[in-house]
């Protein structure tokens, strides 16, 4: 069983187009998160979630909505999508907000090509 | 920006031991030592954490000086599925917004037969 998985693996769309993300744990972690990777292959946190609540918010576009209804589903809709959203997507998760709880557990991505 | 400082690649022979240094002189005494790598096209994958004792586990040791200003990962037996980017990564331990990871450049481990 995947830990962690997201859908798609790979989405090719247009500029302007507004698209999603599902991201999904079974470890029973109650942290998610979602990070970006670039071309120049940097990885940065982007959110993450606690219980279904946000914790962090980095210096993301508004046009990144992460929605969780409920603790082992994290998703990302983008708005009016832009050449430079192109990245790969990488979901993770973690034990939460106790003693070891920043090991974390990433999914395989999601290559998202804007054209 | 990352607080570590990583070689930007290094490499090692298949069957040897591949020591991976990270330079981390600012760690303040609450943080951890994490490493993860991530092997192409993949997602990250976590491999030990330490905080002030050398650490062990099935995938590698991970050897914190006494001031905790640097610390090497060994991985003893590499292989060639061991190649990777290697990320050395200090944060404090308490998941959620205390402890997001902040990864940095990595260092590239080529392993060849």
């Known amino acids: 069983d995947t830990a962690v998985s997201q859908t798609p693996k790979y989405l090719v769309t247009q500029m302007g187009n507004d698209k999603s993300i599902k991201c999904e744990q079974n470890?029973?972690?109650?942290?998610m998160y979602w990070y970006k990777q670039d071309s120049k292959k940097f990885l940065k946190i982007m959110f993450s979630?606690?219980?279904?609540?946000?914790?962090i918010n980095e210096t993301v576009p508004n046009r990144f909505s992460p929605k969780s209804p409920d603790k082992a589903h994290l998703n990302l809709h983008i708005n009016s999508l832009e050449l430079g959203d192109s990245a790969v997507y990488f979901c993770?998760?973690?034990?939460?907000?106790?003693?070891?709880?920043?090991?974390?557990?990433f999914g395989p991505g999601t290559r998202l090509l804007v054209l | 920006d990352a607080k570590t400082t990583q070689p930007p690649s290094m490499d090692c022979a298949e069957g040897r031991a591949a020591n991976l240094p990270c330079n981390h002189s600012?760690?303040?005494?609450?943080?951890?030592v994490y490493w993860y790598r991530q092997i192409h096209s993949q997602g990250p994958q976590y491999i030990i954490h330490?905080?002030?004792n050398n650490e062990t586990n099935e995938m590698a040791s991970l050897i914190i000086t006494e001031d905790r200003k640097s610390s090497t990962l060994i991985l003893p037996h590499a292989t060639l599925r061991d190649t990777a980017v290697y990320y050395c990564?200090?944060?404090?331990?308490?998941?959620?917004?205390?402890?997001?990871?902040?990864f940095g450049k990595g260092t590239k481990l080529s392993v060849k037969p």
């Open positions: 979630y606690n219980n279904k609540e946000l914790i």
């Open positions: 470890l029973g972690h109650d942290t």
């Open positions: 330490g905080l002030k």
């Open positions: 600012t760690i303040s005494g609450n943080e951890y």
């Open positions: 990564i200090v944060v404090l331990n308490y998941g959620g917004s205390q402890g997001n990871l902040i």
């Open positions: 993770a998760s973690s034990p939460g907000l106790k003693a070891g709880g920043e090991t974390q557990y």
